[in-house]
């Protein structure tokens, strides 16, 4: 079923007019849609908008997950939207979101063990670190469109700056829903993530579980003690928008004492960081292997 989204609808309409807007002025359209709306008619009207909306996103899933969409609704509840609207909004999806989380940690571990039957304990843990975080499972929100059906109060629509954990946390309480309502039928969690994990690959060109992201999740770390223990100091990034639309694009820039080292561009900051760390810490071992290679040369001990 092919739908046509609110944010959708104004970036046309804005398009034309040539209107000039913020980069997250396009994130939570249906919560837009219902403040524009909340005095405007009865609370059955609005209810009813926003169950037909989530109804709709809900829909490409109905024929592999057997649960009614109208139980979703918590999960896309904001705790800002709870606050300001009571009688509308009973619930939010705190409570949800840390069912989700556990149950997302031990689907990925699945995942890792059977995709790496070589990998200890350690390598098991910090793979899964760098794929449930913040960063990674906003990416998954973006994927599934969650930003233009997550509910918020206008408290977080009039924010300059995003909160990245919104979408984060919005896909770990569907899971927990999915989760609750199949009688805690962990195959029916497995079939939503694999759905997930097909519209991130479709959306992003990548694999989700791209080794890639456990080598860039620890190179900050790494590169953060060769810093200390060679230049007495601490890496520093700096990060600026460039690009706010059709997406967000960041640059981010390496420092040490103020002196520039490189440059990267990604779709968030930590990103961008978690790349600079890895290209320099790459640098510095091409470096060593050159020097260990000129010394063998030459005959000299190393």
């Not at 804005?14 to 002025?25: A, H, Q």
């Not at 300001?84 to 031990?106: A, M």
């Not at 070589?118 to 929100?141: D, H, M, P, W, Y």
């Not at 930590?270 to 760390?277: D, I, N, T, Y």
Request: hydrophobic content about 40%; aromatic content about 10%; proline content about 3%.
């Amino acid at each position: 079923m092919q739908t046509t989204s609110l944010s959708e609808s104004q970036r046309e309409k804005d398009k034309i007019s040539g209107r000039e807007l913020s980069p997250f002025y396009y994130h939570y359209s249906l919560s837009r849609h219902v403040h524009n709306i909340i005095n405007q008619g009865p609370t059955k009207i609005i209810l009813a908008e926003v169950e037909k909306a989530i109804s709709e996103w809900f829909y490409p899933l109905q024929a592999i997950i057997n649960i009614d969409f109208q139980d979703l609704l918590e999960a896309f509840v904001h705790k800002s939207m709870r606050a300001q609207y009571p009688d509308l909004f009973s619930k939010d999806y705190e409570r949800l979101e840390i069912l989700g989380d556990t149950v997302l940690n031990l689907l990925i571990t699945e995942k890792i063990i059977n995709l790496h039957p070589q990998f200890n304990e350690g390598q098991i843990s910090k793979f899964r670190a760098s794929l449930v975080n913040t960063t990674e499972l906003r990416q998954i929100g973006l994927a599934l469109k969650l930003n233009d059906f997550v509910l918020v109060g206008k408290s977080e629509l009039e924010t300059k700056e995003e909160h990245q954990s919104i979408l984060a946390d919005c896909f770990e309480s569907i899971l927990a829903v999915i989760y609750l309502k199949t009688q805690r039928n962990l195959s029916a969690c497995h079939l939503f993530l694999d759905y997930c994990l097909a519209q991130y690959k479709l959306t992003f060109r990548e694999n989700f579980f791209d080794l890639k992201k456990l080598i860039q999740f620890d190179a900050k770390t790494r590169l953060q003690e060769w810093a200390m223990a060679e230049l007495k100091t601490l890496p520093e990034y700096r990060s600026s928008m460039i690009q706010e639309r059709p997406y967000v694009l960041f640059l981010t820039e390496l420092y040490f004492n103020n002196q520039k080292i490189s440059e990267a561009i990604a779709s968030s900051k930590k990103k961008g960081q978690m790349k600079l760390a890895a290209d320099y810490l790459n640098i510095l071992e091409d470096e060593k292997k050159t020097n260990f290679a000129d010394h063998s040369e030459k005959g000299d001990p190393c």
